[in-house]
């Protein structure tokens, strides 16, 4: 059972920083790329930050900048730095993580996993 369990969620005023945090568990082959995802209310979920394996990022337009993303392939960690945080940035933050399988019956697969989400919140 492969699982992603965010932390670092909360409630900041604009202008500040949280720092959220994502860690795989299970067995699995290798983690390709993973990334943070958003979703506000009555709009679509929608990227935020992605990162490969080996440590290219890319950005929404929205939060170049602003935010960082990292990832720590020994740890199977992916973490997301919010600074300068608008109200605008106000969302359910996912994890997520495209995890490659491997077994002598199933071969090589690959698939998305997601976290549970963690709500941030900007107060303006």
């Known amino acids: 059972q492969i699982q992603l369990v965010e932390s670092g969620g909360g409630l900041v005023q604009a202008g500040g920083s949280l720092r959220l945090s994502c860690v795989a568990s299970?067995?699995?082959?290798?983690?390709?790329?993973m990334g943070w995802y958003r979703q506000a209310p009555g709009k679509q979920r929608e990227l935020v930050a992605g990162?490969?394996?080996?440590?290219?990022?890319n950005y929404a337009d929205s939060v170049q900048g602003r935010f960082t993303i990292s990832r720590d392939n020994s740890k199977k960690t992916v973490s997301l730095q919010m600074n300068s945080l608008k109200a605008e940035d106000t969302a359910v933050y996912y994890c997520?993580?495209?995890?490659?399988?491997?077994?002598?019956?199933?071969?090589?697969?690959?698939?998305?996993?997601w976290g549970q989400g963690t709500q941030v919140t900007v107060s303006s």
């Open positions: 997520n993580a495209d995890v490659a399988t491997y077994s002598a019956t199933g071969g090589y697969l690959e698939r998305d996993y």
């Open positions: 299970g067995t699995f082959f290798v983690i390709n790329g």
């Open positions: 990162i490969t394996r080996g440590g290219s990022a």
